[in-house]
């Protein structure tokens, strides 16, 4: 532990290698590039791709390459040497232009129509803001990702934009305060990551978790989570080596890990950041998945990151920790030691509510995929219904806001034990709400809906853009008001009373909340695909628009590509589900059939009545026979599906209305014939081999 100190960002090029690679004045001018957002010349640029190299070639490094977030939620990168032929040799080379501009194939990209096959020239431009690393012996500059025509076709551009909008509005707002010190106004992040770690002898052998990221089928095992020994339990000493490693390879790429732990699933673990800037914090957890996923077989392990991988136990989330801070150190959603009193924080609070019931449809939006469906109102997860927790401090307050009356603040509460030895402390002003899809959770507001394997830049840029449109509808109303403090009241009071029905401090499990929430006119979309759609709604283009966030033509193509994405998902695994039925499944029972045959007939011949071999012959054939009758009609209906060709919501409408359900009926009749069948004539590893077995 003592190294980590010097080794902590050692893949980085941090401010640190920037001052000992850079002269003292382009080392400024990139700085100012990096705080301020000031462009860098020519000749700036030349010296610092020089001071790159060097620093990437003393770590080790042999190429570069612009590292970006297409939208296929995960990362790409092309990887360029530093050789330049140069007479009988080579000589090594990375210049300014290098750097600051790339160039990629846009149309192989996911693009929702933006780029035909014949139009593929994309480019890929420097983002100083997230400092270029070092990752298998490559120098990795973070870039955005656009199109010849300009259109956005990544996620980590309209991010940027959005933090940009809510700098903007957020700063208007504070110099009504009399902030006169902050210069600049942030969203921080951090991304708790979820995932499980399965034995990989056992994961070779599934081929719809190799093909899905997921088991199709699995019946359930003898235990699952139902003692909840896992959670918070021992780590087992596999898992702590693998843990050890991934700290210690996080921690070079300055990625600051922090907690980790065994989560409520058995081979389920979690492992969460300290806060970063919202851009930094994103590119920061799509390395951390890459990280995970590359180091697990050194371990014997495979690392799934799917939102629902095994049926019967719980997914895996990504809960996005979302504040706002000023660059001088306040983060302006910190109640202080008296809320009532602190009309900043209030204000800051309130839009945020008011934000989110608005536009409940963005956020259900940012957690939509055929993968987090399995997931969302799970009893392990929030509903598909957006709400916010608040805790009981918080919401009496807002309360005396709506009817003007005087908040009576409560004393703090000492907890004793009743055991002398044990320390006394006092409660919290508020409880904790595991079951909300947005929780207050003392300074920031955690987001539980979003999945493990998701990128957490599409909720941010979300969260940062509706946030900025309140704050800018609030600065409007308030900005040249003679009486500010007079304005400022009865603005608080009319958004408490307009937005109230989307808090929520009860158990958003219950059966009753989904009526109540129906009472309340809250929006409930179960699925992906029918959430999608409404990226494109006039409202939402309006807004995006609005703050430069998406053109509508950008929100066109991304509600495209998350159609698309959703029907490509389904018809995968329902391809996978098939095949594995028609090969290995059915081909299992009907041998094993047979044998029971064989052994009936046997017995009948030597007059021995074959009670139990009959009986459990009659309900396997007739499972078998049930199953190759769906399965056929699966891949029937696959191919129907596919031949489809109507539009992108009515391709992703006809999978899940058609296909998911049939497959749900296929998966059901295995899980039926599992359990009868002899474990040494299944083909596949079960949920206790997967689960249990593999230390």
Not at 143 to 157: E, I, M, N, P
Request: glycine letters at 6%; charged letters at 25%; a negative charge.
């Amino acid at each position: 532990m003592r190294n980590i100190p010097e080794t902590y960002g050692s893949m980085v090029f941090n401010d640190a290698a920037m001052k000992q690679y850079l002269p003292e004045e382009p080392y400024k001018a990139l700085k100012l590039t990096i705080s301020e957002g000031l462009p860098l010349n020519r000749e700036i640029a030349d010296t610092v791709a020089e001071a790159m190299k060097n620093w990437a070639l003393d770590k080790g490094a042999t190429h570069y390459c612009h590292w970006f977030q297409p939208m296929t939620g995960t990362t790409a990168e092309k990887h360029d040497s530093f050789i330049t032929p140069a007479g009988d040799g080579v000589i090594l080379e990375f210049r300014g232009k290098e750097l600051i501009k790339g160039e990629s194939d846009a149309s192989s990209f996911p693009n929702g129509g933006l780029r035909s096959t014949f139009e593929a020239r994309g480019y890929t431009a420097w983002d100083p803001t997230s400092y270029a690393f070092i990752k298998d012996h490559t120098l990795c500059i973070p870039t955005a990702f656009c199109s010849y025509g300009g259109q956005v076709l990544d996620k980590k551009t309209p991010l940027l934009r959005s933090v940009e909008a809510l700098n903007l509005q957020a700063m208007r707002i504070l110099r009504l305060f009399g902030n006169t010190t902050a210069t600049r106004v942030d969203t921080t992040v951090g991304a708790e990551q979820e995932y499980f770690l399965i034995d990989e002898s056992m994961y070779q052998k599934r081929k719809d978790l190799i093909l899905c990221g997921r088991t199709l089928f699995g019946a359930k095992p003898p235990k699952g989570q139902e003692l909840n020994d896992h959670y918070f339990g021992t780590i087992k000493p596999r898992v702590v080596q693998f843990m050890d490693t991934l700290n210690r390879e996080l921690w070079k790429l300055g990625i600051p890990a922090k907690t980790e732990h065994n989560e409520a699933a058995p081979s389920q673990h979690e492992l969460a950041p300290v806060f970063e800037s919202a851009n930094l914090a994103t590119d920061h957890n799509q390395i951390t998945m890459a990280v995970m996923k590359k180091l697990a077989p050194q371990f014997g392990y495979t690392c799934l990151l799917h939102e629902k991988p095994f049926e019967g136990v719980n997914g895996s989330g990504k809960h996005n920790n979302w504040a706002i801070s000023t660059n001088d150190g306040v983060n302006l959603l910190k109640p202080g030691k008296k809320p009532a009193e602190n009309k900043q924080f209030l204000l800051f609070l309130i839009a945020v509510i008011a934000a989110v019931d608005k536009h409940q449809d963005l956020l259900r939006i940012s957690a939509a995929s055929a993968n987090n469906d399995h997931r969302l109102g799970g009893h392990e997860a929030p509903p598909a219904i957006v709400s916010m927790y608040l805790g009981s401090e918080l919401c009496d307050i807002l309360d005396t806001i709506e009817h003007g009356n005087r908040y009576e603040a409560h004393g703090k509460v000492v907890m004793e034990s009743g055991v002398d030895v044990l320390p006394t402390f006092s409660q919290d002003t508020t409880d904790r709400n595991r079951t909300s899809p947005m929780a207050f959770t003392g300074n920031k507001f955690e987001f539980r809906m979003l999945g493990s394997s998701a990128s957490v830049a599409e909720t941010n840029i979300i969260m940062n853009t509706i946030v900025a449109d309140t704050l800018c509808d609030f600065a409007d109303e308030l900005e040249g008001k003679e009486n500010f403090e007079e304005a400022l009241d009865d603005l608080l009071r009319r958004t408490v009373k307009n937005h109230r029905r989307i808090l929520f401090n009860g158990d958003n499990y219950s059966h009753e909340w989904v009526k109540e929430a129906e009472k309340r006119g809250l929006l409930n979309i179960p699925s992906a695909n029918l959430a999608i759609p409404h990226l494109t709604d006039e409202k939402n283009v309006t807004l995006f628009e609005k703050h430069r966030v998406f053109t509508e033509q950008e929100l066109i193509s991304r509600r495209e590509i998350l159609l698309s994405e959703y029907s490509k998902i389904l018809n995968i695994e329902g391809q996978t589900l098939a095949e594995m039925v028609r090969r290995e499944i059915l081909p299992a029972v009907m041998s094993y059939c047979s044998n029971l045959s064989r052994a009936v007939l046997r017995k009948k011949e030597l007059e021995i009545l074959p009670e139990p071999e009959y009986g459990i012959l009659t309900k396997l054939s007739d499972l078998a026979r049930r199953l190759a009758e769906e399965n056929e009609a699966l891949e029937r209906e696959l191919v129907e599906a596919k031949a489809c060709r109507g539009s992108a919501k009515e391709i992703a409408d006809n999978y899940r209305n058609i296909i998911f359900a049939r497959m749900a009926s296929v998966r059901t009749l295995i899980d039926a014939i599992e359990p009868d069948i002899d474990a040494s004539v299944w083909p596949y590893p079960t949920y206790s081999d997967i689960l249990f077995y593999c230390d």
